[in-house]
C-alpha cells in the first residue's frame, strides 16, 4: 500500500527558478527518505530525514519534516535542466516493518 | 552507478510465455528488493528478500515467484505472460543497518509483452 502522497503530481518551472514538493503520510515513522527518478532509469537516493529531525540539507536541496502534520518538503534551489526528473518520497516505519513505503512520485519539469 | 546490476535491460517476449530476471545486489547487501513500475506510474513493490529467506510480500500475483541464492543475487520469474505485465522491473538492494533501509536501485528490466 502507498503511504506517501506527493504533491503536485506535476511542476514545470523555469530554469533557476526553485521548485518545492510535497509529501503526505499517513502513520508515525522512523524515517521519511527522497528519491530521483530520470526517464526510465533507476533511482537515486536523495536524502533522509530522522522522525526526531525538522530540516536537512544536502547541496541545493533542502528537506523539511513536520511530524504534527505528517509532511514533508523538498525544495530544489537554482533549478536546472538536469534537474527534470520524477521525484518520490518513501517512508519507514515501525509499522511497515521497515519496509519502504512509497507515495506515487512528483514529475519535475525544468524548462531551459 | 549504484552498484546493483540488472540483466537483461530489455526483453521482448509474448503472451503466455516465461521469462527470468535476474538482480546482483551491491556487496556486502543482504537484502534484495523487486518492484514493478507500469508506465509513468509509481513503484509498486513485489517482495523482498533478506539473506536468503522471504522477508515482506507485496503486490506479487501467483504468476510471478522469486528466490534468493546463497551468493546473494536474485532472480524473478514471470510466467503466463500477459500484455498488462509489460513494465520496468527494479530490484533494489539494501544492508540492514539500524533501520535506515536506504535502497540502492538497479537500471532496471524494461519487459514487453506483446
Known amino acids: 500500500s502507498q503511504q506517501g502522497e506527493e504533491d503536485p503530481q506535476a511542476l514545470s518551472i523555469q530554469e533557476g527558478e526553485n521548485a518545492t514538493m510535497n509529501c503526505s503520510y499517513k502513520?508515525?515513522?522512523?524515517?521519511l527518505q527522497w528519491y530521483r527518478q530520470n526517464s526510465g532509469r533507476g533511482l537515486v537516493h536523495l536524502i533522509l530525514i530522522r522522525s526526531n529531525e525538522r530540516e536537512k540539507h544536502s547541496g541545493r536541496l533542502r528537506v523539511t519534516l513536520d511530524t504534527s502534520k505528517k509532511s514533508s518538503s523538498l525544495l530544489i534551489t537554482a533549478s536546472r535542466a538536469a534537474d527534470t526528473a520524477s521525484y518520490f518520497c518513501a517512508t519507514v516505519s515501525w509499522d511497515s516493518n521497515y519496509q519502504l513505503i512509497w507515495g506515487a512520485g512528483t514529475k519535475l519539469i525544468i524548462k531551459p | 552507478d549504484s552498484g546493483v546490476t540488472q540483466t537483461p535491460k530489455h526483453l521482448i517476449t509474448a503472451t503466455g510465455q516465461r521469462v527470468t530476471l535476474r538482480c546482483s545486489p551491491r556487496s556486502g547487501d543482504l537484502s534484495v528488493y523487486w518492484y514493478q513500475q507500469s508506465l509513468d506510474q509509481g513503484l509498486q513493490f513485489l517482495i523482498q528478500y533478506y539473506n536468503g529467506e522471504e522477508r515482506a510480500k507485496g503486490n506479487i500475483l501467483e504468476r510471478f515467484s522469486a528466490q534468493q541464492f546463497p551468493d546473494l543475487h536474485s532472480e524473478l520469474n514471470l510466467s503466463s505472460l500477459e500484455l498488462g505485465d509489460s513494465a520496468l522491473y527494479f530490484c533494489?538492494?539494501?544492508?540492514?543497518?539500524?533501520?535506515?533501509?536506504?535502497?540502492?536501485f538497479g537500471p532496471g528490466t524494461r519487459l514487453l509483452v506483446l
Open positions: 533494489a538492494s539494501s544492508s540492514p543497518e539500524g533501520h535506515t533501509e536506504t535502497q540502492y
Open positions: 502513520t508515525s515513522i522512523n524515517n
